[in-house]
């Protein structure tokens, strides 16, 4: 005959197992945030006025980076953070889900937001000659730099005119 101690860790392990199955059933497969835009023209109006305040914040800061007023690794970090915030705003157009007449306007707003990341990288680029004291080649990097906000400009005006 079995023991009553066996009889009771059998059903321990099979409440165990059973508990254990439908936790995975019931857990969900795709736990990735999805972003709900009903009205494109706000979402773009506010992804602009964000990325704006970003490139105020990094131009002030790489003013202050060259006047000598910030260390260049404490420019590194806050240049870093306003890239990540630029690939945010990338990922947050790309996954809108926008409808077929606002999809040029934001594939070219997202051009202008490569664009100015490729800026950004390109000013931590000078941070990091700054830091070496090897500033023969800066002019040559700063004419790139200010290529690049025109090229983001010139992005951000093609957006402006596809709009519906």
Do not use: C
């Amino acid at each position: 005959m079995a023991s009553k101690k066996g009889i009771a860790v059998t059903v321990a392990i099979l409440v165990g197992v059973v508990a254990a199955s439908f936790l995975v059933y019931l857990l969900p497969e795709d736990t990735t945030m999805k972003i709900s835009v009903s009205d494109f023209e706000h979402h773009l109006d506010i992804t602009k006025e964000r990325a704006t305040m970003e490139v105020t914040g990094i131009d002030d800061s790489f003013k202050k980076l060259m006047n000598g007023e910030i260390e260049p690794d404490e420019y590194i970090t806050i240049a870093e953070i306003s890239s990540s915030q630029i690939n945010s705003l990338v990922i947050e157009l790309t996954n809108s889900g926008a409808t077929q007449e606002w999809s040029e306007s934001y594939v070219n707003y997202i051009g202008s937001l490569k664009k100015l990341n490729d800026k950004i990288t390109e000013t931590i680029v000078v941070a990091n000659l700054i830091d070496d004291n090897d500033t023969d080649s800066i002019d040559e990097i700063l004419s790139k730099i200010k290529q690049l906000e025109i090229e983001s400009f010139d992005w951000a005006k093609k957006s402006d005119d596809s709009r519906p």
